[in-house]
């Protein structure tokens, strides 16, 4: 099953950051507006469902639900699961985590997931890297840069 993980340093501690995972950062974290939009965000915590279609390449929906969390002062995290998921996608879970890092924290964004066949996998693979990527500079404007 491909998995990706990203990491970004960032300043602040694994409680105050996850704190602040709210509709707000939600929308600000979101590629353009013309190629995905929100329907619905109930939060992030067990049980809230996030709802977004896709407008480009191809019309399609994206519906996961929250499903566990952990929150103490080293390491936080939140996980959801798809239960919509676009073409070719079989497969979606994305486990948000926040590790303390001295006065830094490092956000993780680790992602599996399965689709109908390898050539799928890995167009998603590189589309899934690029989105994910941008995240990284938007999160160190969000939370702030940090020098350990």
Same mark, same amino acid.
């Given at each position: 099953m491909?998995? %990706? =993980?990203?990491?970004?340093? =960032?300043? /602040? *501690?694994?409680?105050?950051?996850?704190?602040?995972? $709210?509709?707000? %950062?939600?929308?600000?974290?979101l590629p353009s507006k013309w190629i995905v939009t929100v329907n619905t965000f109930e939060g992030s915590r067990p049980g809230d469902r996030v709802k977004v279609e896709f407008l480009f390449?191809?019309?399609?929906?994206? $519906? =996961? @639900?929250?499903?566990?969390? #952990?929150? *103490?002062?080293k390491e936080c995290w939140f996980t959801d699961e798809g239960h919509k998921l676009p073409f070719g996608l079989k497969y979606w879970k994305h486990k948000h985590r926040f590790i303390a890092d /001295?006065?830094?924290?490092?956000?993780? $964004? @680790?992602? @599996?997931?399965?689709?109908?066949?390898?050539? #799928? @996998?890995?167009?998603?693979?590189?589309?899934?890297?690029?989105v994910f990527s941008t995240r990284r500079k938007k999160y160190k404007t969000y939370f702030g840069t940090c020098y350990n």
């Open positions: 491909p998995r %990706l =993980v990203l990491r970004t340093r =960032v300043r /602040g *501690n694994p409680i105050a950051i996850i704190s602040r995972f $709210d509709r707000a %950062l939600f929308n600000y974290l390449p191809y019309k399609a929906r994206m $519906d =996961v @639900e929250i499903f566990s969390e #952990q929150i *103490n002062e /001295g006065k830094c924290c490092i956000i993780s $964004d @680790e992602i @599996e997931f399965r689709a109908s066949f390898w050539l #799928q @996998e890995l167009i998603y693979k590189m589309a899934f890297r690029i």
